[in-house]
């Protein structure tokens, strides 16, 4: 009798843990990394951090976490891998080279292991960065596991005082507690009641985050985008590309709309927005141009780099973090994020055109035909493109700093940033001038705007992703080497290749 007790107790505590899990479905509100999202959202990017991949076993991030969070009930350990990239980390872990992941369990036992190490390096290298980003996941695991990942609501469903109206919306952490904080034998009540209290005081706002999740707006993008490069190549009329990039652009901003909405900012702030910023803006610009200038070859240039940073978005995962994160608080001024970071970014889309255009030059010249008429044309393009650039980046400059002297009190200081974007715009100050006055002769006017961007590249994503270091330490990202150095090997590979004199030779040259 005592062991049917015995047994019928433990089937019923662990009936109600799975109750209580069941209870936190995909919109429940909760409050993890600064700022409230839904349950869905915070299990997917914990999943995908701790593994490197958006699903375990292919099933959904919220029966992962729940069962991670079940594991000091039910007494059993989830085989979970954990994200080990760097060889040296595998080295010291005990991980087989060709592996990229290594058993939670086994990492959990060897985190002082991990610490430690990070103590002995003395400069900031990959090593370094990946034995932190290594600690960092076995501390959210074992905090997941803890149920101290993230806090419900246990505040009150309506204001029980009046406050001024932009603080109505603040979240006030003293009104959350942990999952572990909830009393066991009232878990399931605490559950109902922490979600219907929220929504009672601040809506169901949240869930437009999981509808924009679940949504992957951006893959729809990028097969309208596909179509339309594609009908642009083998179609002589333009209508059903120009009718292909409107509704890509017309998806952009609707998945950058919920952006905004849901971040409260402009979407700006992290690699993967301005990736996906300059994507959309180069596909506006070449449209708008292409008003004037009646050509395919702009609206391929617009599809064509729309599409590579859609791609980049979707694929490059350990390199630009989707997630959207609370602003450091430089950056929590609306107008000055707004204008400076999205002039700046413009520039970059412009300046990005430019280089399709020549890159599509040369190319052609190399492996085609191209007539005089076309290459003196397609010039005129590279040309138009680099002054927009120009413009817009000596704009963004500026006003990066006015609100450089508005935040840090002074309006240069020669950070890395600063400074890189300085070289770009005198890169290309150079060569505009030197295309007016003709002492930049046309073959070095196409070679040099080809391989201009690489200088752009430097400045976007050879700050945050190499030199990391300065004022601009909000826009760091790591796992971006890799990338910048296989990309300035295929600009320089394409430029000796199709850049020789002899190449152009093939057109008469005014």
Known sequence: MKTLSFILLIFSSLTVFANDCSLLKEDYPVLAGGRVKPFYVLAKESIKFLTGKSKFQDESPNKTFCRLLQQSQTGTTLSLPLLVEHIESKKLLGVVEAQ???????LVTKKDLVRSEIFKQKENNSYKKDLNKIWARIDMYEKIVAGT????????????AT????????????????????PTESIDETLKNAEKNYLSRYDDDHQLELSFTKSHIFSYAMFTALIGIFLTVLSKNMIWGIALALITVGIEIAGLTMRVLISGRAPITNMYETV?????????????????KKDKMFLLAGLGYNILCLFMMMFANNMLDSSISPLVPVLRDNFWLSTHVTTIILSYAALALSWMVANITLIRMRFGTLSKADYRYYQDLTYTCIKIGIVLLAAGIILGGVWADYSWGRFWGWDPKETWSLIVLLFYMVIVHGRYSSWIDTHRFIVLSAAGFMSVMMAWFGVNY???SGLHSYGFSEGGAIFLGSFFLVQTIIILICGSKKTFKKVATP
């Open 163 to 182: 406050l001024p109206p932009g603080e109505k919306d603040i979240i006030d952490s003293s009104e959350w507690i942990t999952y572990s904080e909830i």
């Open 100 to 106: 990229n992941s290594a058993p939670v369990r086994e």
């Open 466 to 468: 190499i030199l990391a």
């Open 149 to 160: 990942a993230f806090k419900i609501y246990n505040g009150p469903a309506s204001l029980t």
């Open 276 to 292: 996906l910023f300059s994507g959309f803006g180069a596909l506006v610009i070449s449209l708008l141009v292409l008003f004037f």
